[in-house]
């Protein structure tokens, strides 16, 4: 199988699972969204867990292609988590909750590679707002060890509640919401007016 084929297949598996959930795509369907057979998917991914971690390999790698293009245009710390957030936003607005919960019940294996992204994710969000605290857009009196993991146990827990995310609001919403305030609450002066006028300008 070439190269593209086999990318292919993974960016559209990886698009079906987090619009519509895990369980619910199955290898046929994969298979039958590509345009190849049942038999050339298995061929190259033995079974879905595979798949799956091909997946999410795949996304870890354009996260930090995305993060390392932001962090070489923005002017200090508090830019970076503001344009992180809204690049963050924009590719999971149309997740469908059941990706994770399905990623936690039915491929527990494959979730832990999440487990492990979280703790490389803290590391680099605390060095993070150490620097925004050296830059003085955040306050010198905020935690990097506990704010770290803040934002990452907020986002598992509103995906475990089924009542927080209703017709009224999505998963996503929510979220915004509490990153704002977050950010809000760890900005200095000088970071609150670079919060508000980064808002302001955006279309």
């Given at each position: 199988m070439s190269t593209d084929l086999k990318q292919r297949i993974i960016e559209t598996s990886f698009s079906l699972f987090?619009?519509?959930g895990i369980k619910s795509i199955t290898?046929?369907?994969?298979?039958?969204?590509?345009?190849?057979?049942?038999?050339t998917l298995y061929e190259t991914f033995k079974d879905k867990d595979e798949l799956l971690l091909e997946c999410l390999t795949w996304n870890r790698q354009e996260i930090t292609q995305m993060t390392l293009k932001i962090a070489s245009s923005a002017g200090n710390a508090l830019e970076f988590l503001l344009e992180t957030f809204m690049s963050s936003w924009a590719r999971m607005r149309n997740a469908n909750r059941n990706y994770f919960s399905d990623m936690k019940r039915y491929h527990p294996n494959v979730a832990r590679m999440l487990d492990t992204d979280k703790v490389y994710q803290a590391q680099e969000m605390a060095a993070v707002i150490e620097q925004g605290k050296a830059e003085g857009v955040i306050r010198m009196d905020c935690r990097s060890d506990i704010l770290s993991q803040l934002l990452a146990t907020e986002f598992d827990f509103l995906f475990s509640l089924d009542e927080i995310c209703t017709v009224k609001f999505t998963f996503m919403e929510a979220f915004e919401e509490i990153f704002k305030t977050y950010?809000?609450?760890?900005?200095?002066?000088?970071g609150l007016e670079i919060y508000n006028n980064y808002f302001t300008t955006r279309p």
């Amino acid at each position: 199988m070439s190269t593209d084929l086999k990318q292919r297949i993974i960016e559209t598996s990886f698009s079906l699972f987090l619009r519509h959930g895990i369980k619910s795509i199955t290898m046929d369907y994969i298979a039958s969204q590509v345009g190849i057979s049942k038999r050339t998917l298995y061929e190259t991914f033995k079974d879905k867990d595979e798949l799956l971690l091909e997946c999410l390999t795949w996304n870890r790698q354009e996260i930090t292609q995305m993060t390392l293009k932001i962090a070489s245009s923005a002017g200090n710390a508090l830019e970076f988590l503001l344009e992180t957030f809204m690049s963050s936003w924009a590719r999971m607005r149309n997740a469908n909750r059941n990706y994770f919960s399905d990623m936690k019940r039915y491929h527990p294996n494959v979730a832990r590679m999440l487990d492990t992204d979280k703790v490389y994710q803290a590391q680099e969000m605390a060095a993070v707002i150490e620097q925004g605290k050296a830059e003085g857009v955040i306050r010198m009196d905020c935690r990097s060890d506990i704010l770290s993991q803040l934002l990452a146990t907020e986002f598992d827990f509103l995906f475990s509640l089924d009542e927080i995310c209703t017709v009224k609001f999505t998963f996503m919403e929510a979220f915004e919401e509490i990153f704002k305030t977050y950010i809000r609450g760890i900005a200095t002066p000088k970071g609150l007016e670079i919060y508000n006028n980064y808002f302001t300008t955006r279309p």
